[in-house]
């Protein structure tokens, strides 16, 4: 699907800004031909929860509606008119003048609808129910539960598996845009280290294809017709974190005397798996960084464009050069400034929290080895891969697919799972890059039963933190021990820290390193180093977590998960200035 752009052929029209908002009680259907009777200003886009106070609206459980109108011109009837929301999390039922236009499942992707049907010149009534229920349905997955107390109505309480606040709402952004009644549809385009690419059209209707190639100094260097093809330039300037090179493939579509047009950007780069480590550009590349979260005050979950920018200068401030979109994709325009500024991205599905007897936040008293037996999640997990795969195929920023984090790899029916999942994305993927499913500690070299499936070993870790606290030496013995017990079970694949982190309260301070201080966090990084560093097939290292963020509340988190390297309003904690020192410049050979 084809990021929203103006072109001389195609028009966006933005439709954030302030809508009608209201929570709606179990079974309550709300107008959808006219007004939501009590609504209150809701931003579009961003998380609801945090805009307005209590635990009501803040934990609100089932449905929420959304209202504005918006103008329609006689010029815009005339063109094909795309509704499109970026995400909207996690179900959207979306109508227009009373009338369904559709539903969508997941929270993190983009959705569309034509709607030059529906659509009346003039005023037209845009209503959307969001729906913010995890379940073992969806993904991610969560519990939902109905608590009774004595002398009380019964509680539905929704718990996530998953360790970060389930944000919920519109909260990325909605436009219209419009495009001709024959239009191109999307674009597959792939660049190599050598110069030679290939590239594909799909068009909706008819005529004739017609594609261009710019460099980044915007000099045509490939010209062609045809809707599919491929060449070779000479001189080709490689994409790399050091020097992020991007062309465009501007195509042309040209049918009687309309014409639609779109520029895709995209780089030239070759990712491969060669002696233990991956390889960018036939070099191998220790991948410095974080898992990362879309977490901010205010907006929450909500896009934020300032913080993308912040926390990509931030990231190079540090000598960090990729993260992980844990635990989902992230926002199309972070995908588009990764691109640019050259940071690596380990892409993940939002499938976190497929494990019934487990989480990170403590145990969960599921059936033992039940989770296969009880998600039913198999046909969604495929259209999220499918769905982000087809989003982010040609951004040269995305070196793997990360198809789950800290499933119940350990139980029976994991590899009957996983196995078509890591099938699929690597069909769908027309550049070939790495799988990965990042496993969690109950996951051991002995008894994952996923590692064969993945082209890197994707591990998280928090010896030192939520066993062997306090003894750094022996979380390092033991960390060490079971990387070589996973290096022998698959010695031809590369080894990366997906996660490793102590949660630290900024501003604590102890001579001694002891767990919640910055000393202990500078301390804890160092160790793991040390271990890093002793280990060639050891491929990359992703802290957890580049900022705090906000989870749900639990006896083991204050005020949210503390494990940032930032604060949440991006402080630098101490162990930020020793990543730095670490990182800067370094390079594993
Ligand atoms: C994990 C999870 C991550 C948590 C983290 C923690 O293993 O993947 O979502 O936030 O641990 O801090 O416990």
Redesign the pocket.
């Given at each position: 699907m084809l990021y929203p752009q103006l072109t001389d052929s195609r028009m966006v029209f933005d439709l954030n800004g302030v809508w009608d908002f209201k929570l709606l009680d179990e079974g309550q259907c709300p107008a959808v031909d006219g007004p939501v009777q009590d609504a209150i200003p809701m931003a579009v886009p961003s998380a609801y929860n945090d805009l307005y106070e209590g635990r009501a609206f803040k934990e609100h459980v089932g449905d929420m509606v959304y209202q504005r109108s918006f103008s329609v011109s006689a010029p815009m009837l005339e063109k094909r008119l795309v509704l499109r929301f970026s995400s909207a999390t996690h179900q959207a039922t979306v109508y227009l003048n009373g009338k369904l236009l559709g539903k969508h499942k997941g929270g993190f992707l983009p959705f569309e609808f034509e709607i030059g049907q529906q659509a009346r010149r003039g005023e037209n009534l845009l209503t959307v129910i969001v729906n913010n229920i995890v379940d073992y349905s969806t993904l991610p997955c969560g519990r939902l539960v109905t608590e009774k107390y004595p002398g009380l109505a019964p509680m539905v309480r929704n718990y996530p598996n998953?360790?970060?606040f389930n944000y919920t709402g519109i909260m990325r952004p909605v436009k219209l845009y419009t495009t001709p009644r024959n239009y191109i549809r999307d674009i597959t385009v792939v660049g190599h280290m050598d110069g030679s690419f290939s590239y594909k059209v799909d068009v909706q209707g008819e005529g004739e294809v017609a594609v261009e190639m710019l460099d980044p100094d915007k000099k045509c260097v490939f010209k062609a017709q045809g809707a599919s093809g491929e060449g070779k330039i000479e001189n080709v300037r490689l994409w790399a974190p050091e020097n992020p090179a991007l062309y465009d493939l501007v195509v042309r579509l040209a049918s009687g005397d309309e014409q639609d047009s779109y520029t895709e950007p995209f780089g030239f780069r070759d990712i491969s798996i060669q002696n233990c480590r991956i390889c960018l550009n036939g070099k191998p590349v220790y991948l410095k960084g974080f898992g990362k979260h879309e977490d901010s005050y205010v907006n929450g979950r909500g896009f934020n464009e300032a913080l993308n920018v912040k926390d990509v200068g931030l990231l190079k401030w540090i000598g960090a050069n990729s993260f992980r979109t844990?635990?989902y994709p992230y926002s199309e325009e972070m995908m588009r400034l990764c691109d640019r500024e050259g940071i690596m991205v380990i892409d993940e599905v939002p499938a976190?929290g497929l494990h019934t007897a487990f989480t990170?936040?403590g145990m969960l008293g599921g059936e033992p080895n039940g989770t296969w037996r009880t998600l039913q999640t198999a046909q969604h997990h495929r259209d999220v891969i499918n769905d982000l795969i087809a989003r982010d195929k040609n951004h040269p920023c995305v070196v793997m697919w990360s198809v789950a984090?800290?499933p119940a790899s350990e139980e029976e029916g994991a590899r009957e799972y996983f196995e078509p999942l890591t099938v699929l994305a690597r069909q769908q993927d027309p550049q070939h890059r790495p799988v990965t499913i990042v496993t969690?500690e109950g996951s051991s070299p002995e008894k994952c039963k996923v590692a064969e499936l993945c082209d890197v070993l994707v591990i998280?870790r928090?010896r030192g933190w939520y066993d062997t606290e306090g003894n750094l030496p022996g979380a390092a013995a033991k960390l060490k021990d079971e990387f070589e017990r996973f290096h022998a079970r698959c010695p031809e694949k590369p080894i990366m820290l997906g996660?490793y982190?102590a949660d630290t309260i900024a501003g604590m301070h102890d001579a001694t390193p002891t767990l919640f201080s910055e000393e202990y966090q500078v301390a804890y990084l160092e160790a793991y180093s040390e271990v890093f560093d002793s280990l060639p097939y050891i491929t990359g290292e992703h802290v957890?977590n580049f900022a705090d963020f906000a989870t749900a509340e639990n006896i083991r988190r204050v005020q949210g998960?503390k494990?940032g390297i930032f604060t949440r309003d991006r402080r630098p904690k101490m162990a930020a200035h020793y990543l730095k020192g670490r990182w800067t410049g370094f390079e594993k050979e």
């Amino acid at each position: 699907m084809l990021y929203p752009q103006l072109t001389d052929s195609r028009m966006v029209f933005d439709l954030n800004g302030v809508w009608d908002f209201k929570l709606l009680d179990e079974g309550q259907c709300p107008a959808v031909d006219g007004p939501v009777q009590d609504a209150i200003p809701m931003a579009v886009p961003s998380a609801y929860n945090d805009l307005y106070e209590g635990r009501a609206f803040k934990e609100h459980v089932g449905d929420m509606v959304y209202q504005r109108s918006f103008s329609v011109s006689a010029p815009m009837l005339e063109k094909r008119l795309v509704l499109r929301f970026s995400s909207a999390t996690h179900q959207a039922t979306v109508y227009l003048n009373g009338k369904l236009l559709g539903k969508h499942k997941g929270g993190f992707l983009p959705f569309e609808f034509e709607i030059g049907q529906q659509a009346r010149r003039g005023e037209n009534l845009l209503t959307v129910i969001v729906n913010n229920i995890v379940d073992y349905s969806t993904l991610p997955c969560g519990r939902l539960v109905t608590e009774k107390y004595p002398g009380l109505a019964p509680m539905v309480r929704n718990y996530p598996n998953f360790d970060y606040f389930n944000y919920t709402g519109i909260m990325r952004p909605v436009k219209l845009y419009t495009t001709p009644r024959n239009y191109i549809r999307d674009i597959t385009v792939v660049g190599h280290m050598d110069g030679s690419f290939s590239y594909k059209v799909d068009v909706q209707g008819e005529g004739e294809v017609a594609v261009e190639m710019l460099d980044p100094d915007k000099k045509c260097v490939f010209k062609a017709q045809g809707a599919s093809g491929e060449g070779k330039i000479e001189n080709v300037r490689l994409w790399a974190p050091e020097n992020p090179a991007l062309y465009d493939l501007v195509v042309r579509l040209a049918s009687g005397d309309e014409q639609d047009s779109y520029t895709e950007p995209f780089g030239f780069r070759d990712i491969s798996i060669q002696n233990c480590r991956i390889c960018l550009n036939g070099k191998p590349v220790y991948l410095k960084g974080f898992g990362k979260h879309e977490d901010s005050y205010v907006n929450g979950r909500g896009f934020n464009e300032a913080l993308n920018v912040k926390d990509v200068g931030l990231l190079k401030w540090i000598g960090a050069n990729s993260f992980r979109t844990s635990h989902y994709p992230y926002s199309e325009e972070m995908m588009r400034l990764c691109d640019r500024e050259g940071i690596m991205v380990i892409d993940e599905v939002p499938a976190v929290g497929l494990h019934t007897a487990f989480t990170a936040t403590g145990m969960l008293g599921g059936e033992p080895n039940g989770t296969w037996r009880t998600l039913q999640t198999a046909q969604h997990h495929r259209d999220v891969i499918n769905d982000l795969i087809a989003r982010d195929k040609n951004h040269p920023c995305v070196v793997m697919w990360s198809v789950a984090n800290e499933p119940a790899s350990e139980e029976e029916g994991a590899r009957e799972y996983f196995e078509p999942l890591t099938v699929l994305a690597r069909q769908q993927d027309p550049q070939h890059r790495p799988v990965t499913i990042v496993t969690y500690e109950g996951s051991s070299p002995e008894k994952c039963k996923v590692a064969e499936l993945c082209d890197v070993l994707v591990i998280n870790r928090y010896r030192g933190w939520y066993d062997t606290e306090g003894n750094l030496p022996g979380a390092a013995a033991k960390l060490k021990d079971e990387f070589e017990r996973f290096h022998a079970r698959c010695p031809e694949k590369p080894i990366m820290l997906g996660e490793y982190g102590a949660d630290t309260i900024a501003g604590m301070h102890d001579a001694t390193p002891t767990l919640f201080s910055e000393e202990y966090q500078v301390a804890y990084l160092e160790a793991y180093s040390e271990v890093f560093d002793s280990l060639p097939y050891i491929t990359g290292e992703h802290v957890w977590n580049f900022a705090d963020f906000a989870t749900a509340e639990n006896i083991r988190r204050v005020q949210g998960n503390k494990k940032g390297i930032f604060t949440r309003d991006r402080r630098p904690k101490m162990a930020a200035h020793y990543l730095k020192g670490r990182w800067t410049g370094f390079e594993k050979e």
